[in-house]
């Protein structure tokens, strides 16, 4: 084909499902590409986003869905994407991906961006400034096996078994402040501000059954540990979790995934993603120790005003300060104000 022709456009409603179509199709896309995720962060955050296409002779040859941040504390930036773990270009050929990422320069040095940011499970441009603090966990899942049980470490399966001796039990139908209650306490522990309650029910909305809680109840029936899963393809993503404080003492945390992965077999899944960690962490060790290796994610950037890569993360020991304070603070105030700041982090 002569890619001359290729013409890049901008995602809108009327050709949303052609873009899910080809998402659905190409083996470069993930769950973040999909074109609901426009719907969600024009909504939810209200910044600008620029959902594009690649297209030659009326077909879609590649995506790239990418949102502009203004962050008071982060600094100004065009990202593909924000709040989701992977994103970056996926196309069927070496020139749709070059026009995109080519219209993309031109977006971000038109906004007078500090940087773009594109976020990809595999690396694309060796000599692009990159940051290797993120890493993903996948692995294909044993179909064969019909006890779940069996395909976990040791040392994880006899911390399920506690969970069961315990009296654990796990549900899908989980309400959504059951939901967003133990995740606000989660993120708080950590020090960070909760995304609000309503950009979780839009991803509920928006994604339908493509994505869903699974509860686990301790035995007074009481929720103690939580997880959004979102499924695309053949794949099961881990993605939002959170738990009581008493969840460790009863093994909540791994009888979990155990039940998750058990659930996600049963819809059919063939691979589990564990989710992204950062090295150093609680959450990066605990996927480890469930026999999942760290995979780097390779975050790509394309520095304009900015002369470095940009650490807008927990690891950055600049922010030790505030995150101090906000572990201290009332639940109920870091609810209430979480929302205006989280949308500043992306």
Partial sequence: MN?????????????????????????????????GWKQVIDDIFGHPTFFLYAELEGRIRGVLPLAQVKSWLFGHSLVALPFCSYGGVAALDAQAAQALEQRAIEIAKHLDVDHLEMRNLAQRHADWPAQNLY?????PMIQELDDAMRVIPVKRRNMVRKGVKLGLSSTIETPLDWFFDLYAQNVRQHGTPALPKRYFAKILEVFGQDCEILTVLNAQRQPVSTIMTFYFRDEAMAYYAGETPVARDLAANDYKYWALLTRAKERGSRLFDFGRGKQGTGSYEFKKLWGFEPQPLHYEYQLLRSREVPQNNPMNPKYRTLIALWKRMPIQLCNWLGPYLVRNLG
Avoid: G, M, Y
């Avoid at 013409?7 to 470069?28: G, K, M, S, Y």
């Avoid at 890493?135 to 692995?139: P, Y």
């Fill in 135 to 139: 890493f993903t966990f996948r692995k």
């Fill in 3 to 35: 890619d001359s022709n290729l013409q890049i456009h901008h995602l809108d409603a009327t050709n949303a499902v052609r873009w899910d179509a080809f998402v659905d199709a190409c083996p470069e896309a993930t769950f973040f590409h999909r074109a």
